[in-house]
């Protein structure tokens, strides 16, 4: 079980950037991948970036390979999700997620979620 909050979303123009963050509440953060999907108004919630337990790995869509970054701080206990070249089709909830196992890229796999955070691109 871990405790999931994520910050940072909000209103942005196409083509700029955003820098979402996941707080986590666990004993030990690093026995975690963490992950972020998103899920569109009417579309099942789709997988955007994975990063291994020490930050090492990462894993992306291929839909937001080259614009996003995901990024660990296990220190902090805290995931983000650099997102530049921001399209209109990247608007979303953005949800973090964090599994035991890597890669997971499904989401099923993942046990614990955050409530999510709301990403607006305008054209």
């Known amino acids: 079980q871990v405790q999931l909050v994520e910050s940072g979303g909000r209103l942005v123009q196409a083509g700029g950037s955003l820098r979402l963050s996941c707080a986590a509440s666990?004993?030990?953060?690093?026995?975690?991948?963490m992950a972020w999907f998103r899920q569109a108004p009417g579309k099942d919630r789709e997988f955007v970036a994975t990063?291994?337990?020490?930050?090492?790995?990462?894993t992306y869509a291929d839909t937001v390979k080259g614009r996003f970054t995901i990024s660990r701080d296990n220190a902090k206990n805290t995931a983000f999700l650099q997102m530049n070249i921001l399209k209109p089709e990247d608007t979303g909830i953005y949800y973090c997620a964090a599994d035991r196992a890597y890669p997971r890229t499904s989401y099923g796999d993942f046990g614990s979620w955050g409530q999510g955070t709301q990403v607006t691109v305008s054209p």
């Open positions: 666990v004993r030990t953060f690093s026995d975690y991948a």
């Open positions: 990063i291994s337990w020490g930050g090492g790995s990462t």
